[in-house]
T-cell receptor
Framework: DTEVTQTPKHLVMGMTNKKSLKCEQHMGHRAMYWYKQKAKKPPELMFV???????INESVPSRFSPECPNSSLLNLHLHALQPEDSALYLC??????????????FGDGTRLSIL | AQTVTQSQPEMSVQEAETVTLSCTYDTSENNYYLFWYKQPPSRQMILVIR????KQQNATENRFSVNFQKAAKSFSLKISDSQLGDTAMYFCAFMKHEPDSNYQLIWGAGTKLIIKP
């Protein structure tokens, strides 16, 4: 059982659609992350939220819009995506941004396919 | 800049054998952390083991152990008595110690490990 819950597990959408990915954790973690992962590749960091504030944006295109409504939730809003955006999107959390010895806990991911 | 190298794209061993996955890294930092993550076909990224650079003792977690050679910048993972459930992609990752900031993982390319019955 994963302690980081991501929904949906699979998503197929057209390039003109608007959809959202959701991530939830109830471990009291104060840092949350979005990653994009292509097949057989390591995850690529997209965004980091620290104490509900966006602290890192790795030059991600504006068609990806993150949102952190509270300390337990992290959303990724999608709009006008391209076929190359098809990938596994992983959410992760870690206890405190200031404690580097605490590992990141990952969810199962959302498999996104863009038609 | 830090880099992590996993030189074995794929490995396969028989069940119950011991296997070692290699990882080397490059950094000028003195304080950092190293991790091995496992990603089975079920997709979830699972932490296998972690090592603090300031600790000389190698980390162990049940059947998993590391050989941490700080001077050589090497961090290999040994899996003893391998099981079918160990089949997965294994990623080595580096994180530098940087107080009061976010911590970004630097990932290796991964090694696909197949355990054969």
């Amino acid at each position: 059982d994963t302690e980081v819950t991501q929904t949906p597990k699979h998503l197929v959408m057209g390039m003109t659609n608007k959809k959202s990915l959701k991530c939830e954790q109830h471990m009291g973690h104060r840092a949350m992350y979005w990653y994009k992962q292509k097949a057989k590749k390591p995850p690529e960091l997209m965004f980091v939220y620290s104490y509900e504030k966006l602290s890192i944006n790795e030059s991600v295109p504006s068609r990806f819009s993150p949102e952190c409504p509270n300390s337990s939730l992290l959303n990724l809003h999608l709009h006008a995506l391209q076929p190359e955006d098809s990938a596994l999107y992983l959410c992760a959390s870690s206890p405190f941004p200031g404690e580097s010895n605490q590992p990141q806990h990952f969810g199962d991911g959302t498999r996104l396919s863009i038609l | 800049a830090q880099t992590v190298t996993q030189s074995q794209p794929e490995m396969s061993v028989q069940e119950a054998e011991t296997v070692t996955l290699s990882c080397t890294y490059d950094t000028s930092e003195n304080n950092y952390y190293l991790f091995w993550y496992k990603q089975p076909p079920s997709r979830q990224m699972i932490l296998v083991i972690r090592q603090e650079a300031y600790k000389q003792q190698n980390a162990t977690e049940n059947r998993f152990s590391v050989n941490f050679q700080k001077a050589a910048k090497s961090f290999s993972l040994k899996i003893s008595d391998s099981q079918l459930g160990d089949t997965a992609m294994y990623f080595c990752a580096f994180m530098k110690h940087e107080p009061d900031s976010n911590y970004q993982l630097i990932w290796g390319a991964g090694t696909k490990l197949i355990i054969k019955p």
